[in-house]
């Protein structure tokens, strides 16, 4: 039998024919590799959101290992002794067996809860980036939504999460979870009682939040990420203004190779930021807290921060209880407005948002070109005002700390939170408005009279001029024609029309010396033979 | 390979990839970046630019550029295996007192960090200093469907109705409401009907009953227990101090009895008459102090925290939750914070043993407030 030859250069080839042959792979394929990204780091934000949660997902499932979801009454007798003898559930239990008694078991905590406040963090500086460039406006108004969405899910999986351990800091959480749900009119004992099976807390919660945590908001957030990252692809992405940049393009790098290959670099620094976190940074150290028992609670119990905004708005909310005298009487507690109320207000606003703009402006069009926040002020100051607003409750929610901390009165810092929380955000709003105009009049500024150079010029007449340097071309008597602003950055200072060139960069020190710098401020900077001397403009 | 290619582009609408010409990629004298040209163009790209960052192949720069990154990639490999050696003979069982165990997480972290960083950062530069730089532009392709395609599918749709014919057939539209709504609730059913627990059920109600009701004790009153279930006595409590107790019940100091841990206050004489004076003018409260001594829920009527800090000084009970402040002097009014609420009062009593016990359970709600609270 003659042996047949393997030609190892054929192989690759030889492959991608049967492909070809069987799943008519080779047009879609040359369309991906081939596919433009437009660059910018604050494209970036949105995938530090995709690496942790891929973070989360490995971690997560290395936990579950090892994680006991049952509230079943055991007596600790591990290495830890401050908690040995005492009475906890398997959950906990099995909590500090996985931070003590597995290998590498608390390095995998804390990177599990580490990437899941990074995963947070980024969403939402990733959702200030769409806002304050408009990328949210038609065609990407659904995926806005989506964003939300998943900042929802989020929170839930945040604090299904941090439940589970069911240490003291955990039961207080679940809790208070528990008080807004009494909360709601008609419904709220109905709903407390069918999450908790009965009374508060029972026996059955941990295993519901563990199933939640771990198979149906996991699964709900892969499903929306899917989604969202394929209409991305289907829209294409986004893309500052710039030379050749249209509406009707996408200027940028193929995906192949190295687009492709700086996410995978950007990946695995985010995958190292959250490993030096774990390691070096302790998180929820659970076994200090005990197990949870309904009677005990310490100062500073503070949630995760990205729950910590609702418990602040909780706290500054006034205590305004409505009485409804209909037979034996209805109530309707002051925690329904912050806690339901308000969180509800805090994800439908924003989901509105893109509409309401619209319909303002009545713009029907299709927007792939991005908005710098200056160019609109008063969607840059409806951005400031809620982050204003974001800001004073997640402080607030901290509240008590930063008295103990700073010698504070208490009752100063509620009442500081509950007039700032009314007076701040629209001063943010007047403030930035205020600031996107005067920035938006420098541009327009510079357009028209060229860069201040800061070199003052004495006329014949005896009066001081400063030289401006022309960004464009000049007419008969010197003065620069008026420039279009395009809606990307001016170049205000010298330094960025050329008048000291950056050096070229090597990778640990620069190949090339910088050129160096004038000795005296009134030597205008020269390098090389090509650029002139700054002389009288006549 | 260099190539820069200026001009023929900046303009919207199809076919960015038009500035290049159609070649015959069959033909042997192309490169295979022109093949690559030529299918960027078959995908309305143009390749504006593509350049090395180096002058020539093998030039000084790229070639201390390309040590740089091998070096990077060999540091990640030693950090990982550092880790995995750490990982397998760093003592790491936890023990009490300042062990070398303690520096286990630490270790792992920066080893794990110092190898996925250094292979980032490889590959980042990989990427950002070796390979050519790039303009390419695409035609985003995002006009709409044209007018006829659209009525086509729309006229489709359509059709998908009219052959139904749901419209036509009243019948049938009745019959699939009437007959297919049920099946809906059916599929919802199991779900929503197992969830489902009557809060109000029984003779004792969840939401207003305590470990401390003597009903379900064969009406024997309940005694206030501490935490390990040994009663209490008045002298147990100094003047001005408190105390946490529960029902002296089985399980009375376990979370099944969540609602029931109260709080033992012993007042000094002089806040006690206050105390005594406001709690006999209230119609729910009244008698229910024992001398000097009164007892509150310790459940926050908030959100249901345990109302735990006690200050002396100003008779206030802090809520370290949400900082709700009530007055121990004053019925537990709430006087500062979000809680709207007064903490209920127990009713003391002594047993004949001189034990304190409760004269009946609460006559308030415990905790979070709640809409059909009477």
């Given amino acids: 039998m003659k042996r047949r030859k393997l030609d190892l250069a054929q192989v690759p080839a030889n492959i991608g024919k049967g492909a070809d042959d069987r799943y008519q792979v080779a047009t879609p394929l040359r369309a991906l590799l081939n596919k433009v990204f437009p660059d910018h780091w604050s494209f970036l934000l949105g995938e530090i959101a995709l690496f942790s949660f891929i973070v989360l997902l490995l971690s997560g499932v290395f936990l579950t290992l090892f994680f006991d979801p049952s509230m079943r009454e055991v007596t600790y007798d591990g290495p830890y002794t401050a908690l040995r003898g005492v009475e906890m559930s398997a959950a906990y239990e099995s909590s500090l067996r996985l931070s003590f008694e597995v290998r590498g078991g608390l390095f995998m905590r804390q990177m599990h809860h580490w990437a899941a406040l990074l995963f947070m963090a980024s969403i939402v500086v990733h959702m200030a980036r769409v806002f304050f460039t408009g ?157 949870y028992l309904a009677s005990a609670v310490s100062s500073a119990s503070q949630p995760d921060w990205y729950v910590m905004f609702m418990d602040g708005l909780v706290r500054l909310m006034p205590a305004w209880q409505i009485d409804f005298p209909i037979g034996d009487g209805y109530v309707l507690p002051p925690l329904f407005w912050p806690a339901v109320v308000g969180l509800g207000a805090l994800f439908t606003l924003p989901m509105l948002y893109p509409t309401i703009e619209a319909r303002r402006l009545k713009d029907t069009k299709s927007h792939h070109i991005l908005q710098r926040p200056r160019d609109a002020p008063e969607r840059t100051g409806v951005g400031a005002m809620a982050f204003t607003f974001f800001m004073i409750a997640t402080i607030s929610g901290a509240n008590d700390v930063i008295a103990d901390k700073f010698h504070i009165s208490l009752n100063a810092m509620t009442w500081a939170g509950r007039i700032g929380l009314v007076i701040l955000p629209p001063l943010a709003y007047v403030i930035s408005v205020r600031i996107c105009l005067g920035l938006q009049q420098h541009d327009r500024e510079v357009l028209a009279h060229g860069v201040e150079t800061g070199i003052i010029r004495r006329l014949p007449d005896g009066r001081f001029e400063e030289v401006h340097q022309p960004l464009g071309p000049v007419d008969e008597h010197g003065h620069p024609l008026p420039l279009d602003y395009a809606g990307w950055v001016v170049p205000k200072k010298m330094n960025r029309v050329g008048a000291l060139g950056p050096a070229i960069k090597g990778f640990f020190f620069p190949i090339e010396k910088p050129a160096e710098a004038p000795v005296s401020p009134a030597v205008p900077p020269v390098s090389g033979s090509t650029r002139e001397e700054i002389i009288s403009g006549r | 390979m260099t190539v820069t290619h200026e001009g023929s582009h900046g303009h919207g609408g199809h076919g960015s990839g038009s500035g290049t010409k159609p070649v015959d990629v069959n033909d042997p004298k192309l490169s295979r970046f022109d093949i690559v040209r030529e299918g960027a163009r078959r995908d309305d790209i143009e390749i504006v630019t593509y350049e090395s960052q180096f002058e020539g192949r093998n030039s000084k720069a790229e070639k201390r550029v390309v040590r740089n990154i091998s070096l990077l990639f060999i540091i990640s490999g030693l950090a990982a295996l550092a880790f995995v050696v750490f990982f397998i003979v760093w003592p790491w069982k936890f023990e009490l007192g300042h062990t070398l165990s303690d520096y286990y997480t630490p270790i792992l972290g920066i080893t794990l960090g110092i190898s996925l960083f250094a292979l980032g950062f490889a590959i980042l530069a990989w990427a950002k200093k070796l390979l050519p730089h790039e303009v390419s532009i695409q035609d985003r392709h995002n006009q709409p469907s044209s007018d006829e395609d659209r009525l086509i599918t729309g006229q489709t749709m359509a059709y998908l109705v009219d052959e139904l014919g749901v419209q036509r057939r009243p019948l049938l539209k009745g019959a699939i409401a009437l007959g297919m709504a049920p099946l809906g609730l059916a599929a919802a059913a199991p779900l929503i009907g197992g969830l489902i627990e009557n809060p109000h059920k029984g003779d004792e109600p969840m939401m207003y009953h305590t470990g401390f009701d003597p009903v379900p004790q064969d009406g024997k009153l309940v005694h206030l227990t501490r935490e390990d279930g040994s009663p209490v006595r008045p002298e147990d409590v100094s003047v001005g101090g408190q105390i946490t107790v529960f029902p002296g019940i089985p399980g009375g100091a376990s979370n099944k009895y969540a609602d029931s841990p109260t709080l033992l206050v012993h007042l000094r004489e002089q806040d006690a008459a206050e105390a005594r004076a406001a709690s006999e003018t209230d119609k729910v409260n009244k008698g229910f102090m024992h001398g000097n001594y009164v007892a509150y829920s310790k459940i926050c009527t908030h959100a249901g925290c345990p109302a735990s800090l006690y200050e002396q000084q100003t008779n206030r009970l802090l809520c370290p939750c949400h900082q709700s402040q009530f007055l121990i002097t004053d019925n537990a009014r709430p006087i500062f914070g979000p809680a709207s609420r007064r903490l209920p009062m127990l009713p003391l009593e002594l047993d004949d043993e001189g034990y304190f016990v409760a004269a009946s359970d609460y006559r308030e709600a415990i905790g979070p407030d709640f809409w059909e609270r009477p």
Avoid: C
């Fill in chain 1, 135 to 291: 990328a949210f406006r038609k065609p990407r108004e659904a995926n806005w939504t989506i964003g939300i969405i998943l900042f929802l899910l989020g929170f839930f999986a945040g604090f299904t999460g941090y439940s589970l351990p069911d240490d003291g800091l955990s039961g207080t959480g679940l809790r208070i979870a528990s008080a807004i749900m009494l909360s709601i009119p008609v419904v709220g004992t109905w709903l407390s009682a069918a999450v908790f099976g009965g009374e508060y807390p029972g026996e059955l919660i941990i295993g519901r939040f563990y199933i939640a945590h771990v198979l149906l908001i996991p699964g709900g957030l892969l499903a929306l990420i899917s989604v969202h990252l394929g209409l991305v692809f289907k829209q294409k992405h986004t893309q500052w203004p710039g030379p050749m940049r249209t509406n009707d393009n996408v200027v940028g790098e193929r995906m192949f190779p190295r687009y492709a290959l700086k996410q995978g670099g950007f990946f695995m620094a985010v995958f190292g930021t959250v490993a030096l976190l774990a390691g070096l940074f302790q998180i929820n150290p659970i076994w200090l807290f005990g197990p």
